[in-house]
T-cell receptor
């Protein structure tokens, strides 16, 4: 299957700092990338959908000024959690899909964010 | 609001048995259906995708789709302890970009 990487895999930061998470598709060009958040023992919650070269589409209730998404190229998308607070501590997972007609999306390994 | 419903479990089966995981969805015109496996602390891994009514088999896994009943299931034959994980059902919106995930069913396979 397709390979999607995320960096870092784990990050611990102080409250009020910003954290950037990178998501890369390693062996294909991802026209669409998705960012999810997953709290313990809960399902994936879609935060936003981004297409290369255009602004991300955020789900209802997700603050676009707090969760900045940049999909600068067909292989890289970044999520920046600005002014992080303890309630932002979660497992952040990106997913990538190639082609508009493609139904399958592949997930990155996830990033565990802990805000102290 | 479109929904994907799963029994949260846990579902416990003995090693070697068949595990049956069920999922219902509310969007009648959904076309694409997926089962993902997620181990604790890891991201989801695609197991099966199914697009047509009926059964689709891949090794020990069989996905079953019934669009009239808006129901999709996953059967795991000869269950192994390594199959113990949370299984997520996912449905892709017709003509859309988003995939809607169920909350997942936790499966325990007892050795």
């Amino acid at each position: 299957g397709a390979v999607v990487s995320q960096h870092p895999s784990r990050v611990i930061c102080k409250s009020g700092t910003s954290v950037k998470i990178e998501c890369r598709s390693l062996d294909f060009q991802a026209t669409t990338m998705f960012w999810y958040r997953q709290f313990p023992k809960q399902s994936l919650m879609l935060m936003a959908t981004s297409n290369e070269g255009s602004k991300a589409t955020y789900e209802q209730g997700v603050e676009k000024d707090k969760f900045l998404i940049n999909h600068a190229s067909l292989t890289l998308s970044t999520l920046t959690v600005t002014s992080a607070h303890p309630e932002d501590s979660s497992f952040y997972i990106c997913s990538a899909r190639w082609g508009l007609g493609e139904n399958t999306q592949y997930f990155g390994p996830g990033t565990r964010l802990t805000v102290l | 609001q479109k929904e994907v419903e799963q029994n949260s479990g846990p579902l416990s089966v003995p090693e070697g048995a068949i595990a049956s995981l069920n999922c219902t969805y509310s969007d009648r015109v959904s076309q694409s259906f997926f089962w993902y496996r997620q181990y604790s602390g890891k991201s989801p891994e695609l197991i099966m995708s199914i697009y047509s009514n009926g059964d689709k088999e891949d090794g020990r896994f069989t996905a079953q789709l019934n669009k009239a009943s808006q129901y999709v299931s996953l059967l795991i034959r000869d269950s192994q302890p390594s199959d113990s994980a949370t299984y997520l059902c996912a449905v892709k919106e017709t003509g859309g970009f988003k995939t809607i995930f169920g909350a997942g069913t936790r499966l325990f396979v007892k050795a």
